[in-house]
T-cell receptor
Framework: AQTVTQSQPEMSVQEAETVTLSCTYD???????LFWYKQPPSRQMILVIR??????QNATENRFSVNFQKAAKSFSLKISDSQLGDTAMYFC????????????FGQGTRLTINP | SAVISQKPSRDICQRGTSLTIQCQVD?????MFWYRQQPGQSLTLIAT?????????ESGFVIDKFPISRPNLTFSTLTVSNMSPEDSSIYLC????????????FGPGTRLLVL
């Protein structure tokens, strides 16, 4: 079974700063996807970024980028030039590439961006 | 990505009653899932809604408590039966396409309070 661990329950930074959220996972699979989802107070789950395990290049989406270390089973999210609208819960998630393609979520990190 | 709607967005129910939640997608999708998010917690998969056949339930969830229907490739329902206060949660549906669209997207969620 797969497990996902987020070791930072809460983080807080000033607006415009850079922040990194940590995520580690455990799996015996070789082909899989990793995701970061954002859940603002509205409770809508919003996809932030996706990484395919067979790609060595780290994914980037505007101010969001990941540091994917497959051997270490680590998948951190970096938010550059943080904005007030980035305040939310952030969940790291794992999905196998075949078979039961359910998402397995970490416990979440509550990120607060202060003005 | 697909546009996903859920009805109702929120409800307050009495214990012992049942509530059916609807999930509608604006395009055909191969897989639909139902997740539960208990207060202050991460998301847990309830079941995978299979089109034309019985849903596949995760450990700890049973069909009698959470019956699911999926009559076509764009629609699914989840019923929370014989509710108790412990069922107070956010219920979210998600959908996944195939090929390059190997990503799960979420509906806005249904916030349920059981008194």
């Amino acid at each position: 079974a797969q497990t996902v661990t987020q070791s930072q329950p809460e983080m807080s930074v000033q607006e415009a700063e850079t922040v990194t959220l940590s995520c580690t996972y455990d799996t015996s699979e070789s082909n899989y996807y990793l995701f970061w989802y954002k859940q603002p107070p509205s409770r809508q789950m919003i996809l932030v970024i996706r990484q395919e395990a067979y790609k060595q290049q780290n994914a980037t989406e505007n101010r969001f980028s990941v540091n994917f270390q497959k051997a270490a089973k680590s998948f951190s999210l970096k938010i550059s030039d943080s904005q007030l609208g980035d305040t939310a819960m952030y969940f790291c998630a794992f999905m196998k590439r075949s078979g039961a393609q359910k998402l397995v979520f970490g416990q979440g990190t509550r990120l607060t961006i202060n003005p | 990505s697909a546009v996903i709607s859920q009805k109702p967005s929120r409800d307050i129910c009495q214990r012992g009653t049942s509530l059916t939640i609807q999930c509608q997608v604006d395009s055909q999708v191969t897989m639909m899932f139902w997740y539960r998010q208990q207060p202050g917690q991460s998301l847990t998969l309830i079941a995978t809604a299979n089109q034309g056949s019985e849903a596949t339930y995760e450990s700890g969830f049973v069909i009698d408590k959470f019956p699911i229907s999926r009559p076509n490739l764009t629609f699914s329902t989840l019923t929370v039966s014989n509710m108790s206060p412990e069922d107070s949660s956010i219920y979210l549906c998600s959908v996944k396409g195939q090929g390059a669209w190997e990503t799960q997207y979420f509906g806005p969620g249904t916030r349920l309070l059981v008194l």
